[in-house]
């Protein structure tokens, strides 16, 4: 398992656009929009690609049947046991792999990736009292924020100042008080991935869809691909992505050690 140079990265891009669960950090690794390293099994023709963020969330693709570069993964995970290690498998091939090769260290959860239709997304807004304030996030939002701040943007953008080079996001204010925030949790240069959260006292007054919206309108004007991706528990998460235009959900493993 070989760790390519930067200038490598590119050479994965035919792996993940073959992948229909591929999470948007591999793309902003392999783009260099956040920090990370992609390992393969050779640089000049790689068949099976582990990327990973700085931050312990990895993406493994590839050829399952790659028993050197398997063993080399499991003596990866082995020396890195400290660190946080969150693994989202790209096929059932793959799941049945790790399974094999991590056995009773690692727990396996299920969830959804979520395509999102054009033509099926509202163009309703749930009209807002006056006491709402509805503003695009930056630096003085973050400080506020009780959910997306500064610890959440160093987790999985590296620092808040990249957030706020090539994320996007919006903050509702109620009487000056964030009470509900839509984010780019990761970018790429054609897709982002959103994170919704809402305070429990301000759940059921439609402002997670309205930020939603917001959210989505900017994305279509700057020609980029709205991603939704949620537990396959949340109720709550698929109901709203499928008030936002988002549809046929394909269910995929992400794997935590225990």
């Not at 046991?81 to 009773?104: H, M």
């Not at 959804?112 to 930056?138: G, M, Q």
């Not at 506020?144 to 987790?155: G, H």
């Not at 964030?178 to 990761?186: D, P």
Request: proline share 2%; glycine share 6%; aromatic share 12%.
């Amino acid at each position: 398992m070989e760790v390519l140079e930067k200038n490598e990265f590119q050479k994965v891009l035919t792996i993940l656009d073959n992948c229909e669960t591929c999470p948007t950090f591999a793309y902003a690794v392999i783009e260099n929009i956040i920090e990370g390293t992609v390992r393969a099994d050779r640089a000049d023709c790689p068949a099976t690609v582990l990327i990973g963020t700085n931050s312990g969330i990895y993406f493994i693709v590839g050829n399952e049947q790659n028993s050197a570069f398997n063993r080399s993964f499991r003596d990866f995970h082995q020396q890195n046991k400290g660190f946080r290690f969150t693994l989202f498998s790209a096929t059932k091939q793959w799941d049945e792999v790790i399974c094999s090769l991590f056995e009773n260290e690692i727990t396996q959860l299920s969830r959804y990736v979520h395509l999102f239709n054009k033509e099926k997304f509202s163009t309703e807004v749930k009209e807002l009292s006056a006491d709402y304030i509805v503003k695009e996030t930056d630096n003085d939002m973050i400080l506020r924020s009780p959910e997306f701040n500064q610890d959440y943007y160093i987790l999985y953008w590296g620092s808040v100042s990249n957030f706020l080079t090539n994320g996007m996001g919006f903050s509702a204010l109620y009487k000056g008080r964030v009470v509900s925030e839509c984010t780019s949790i990761f970018h790429s240069k054609s897709i982002v991935e959103i994170d919704i959260a809402t305070q429990q006292d301000f759940i059921g007054k439609g402002l997670a869809f309205n930020l939603g919206k917001l959210f989505i309108d900017e994305c279509l004007e700057k020609g980029l691909t709205p991603h939704w991706d949620c537990d396959v528990e949340n109720v709550s998460s698929i109901k709203l992505a499928e008030k936002l235009g988002f549809e046929h959900p394909i269910r995929y493993s992400l794997f935590v050690r225990k």
